[in-house]
């Protein structure tokens, strides 16, 4: 089953994101990781294909969501 909610594009590609609930817990992938809907789109299968899979559905959001920042990342765009 998936469920839309927010969550940050893909570290890698830039483009979106999805959950999945799956036996045992939550997976969020990028979208494109999947070469069938890599066909909607021109850029094609993300290079990289990074999921996080949490048993807690809050964990696995706010584990994707993290990112690594410089010192020169402005603090509005910062998710902490």
């Known amino acids: 089953m998936k469920i839309e909610i927010d969550l940050m594009e893909c570290p890698f590609c830039g483009r979106k994101a999805e959950l999945i609930e799956c036996s045992g817990g939550w997976l969020v992938c990028c979208y494109y990781s999947d070469p069938l809907n890599a066909l909607e789109d021109s850029e094609g299968v993300c290079p990289v294909?990074?999921?996080t899979i949490l048993t807690l559905k809050d964990a696995a959001i706010r584990i994707?969501?993290?990112r690594a920042y410089t010192p020169q990342t402005p603090k509005k765009e910062r998710n902490e």
């Open 49 to 51: 294909g990074p999921e």
């Open 64 to 66: 994707w969501n993290r």
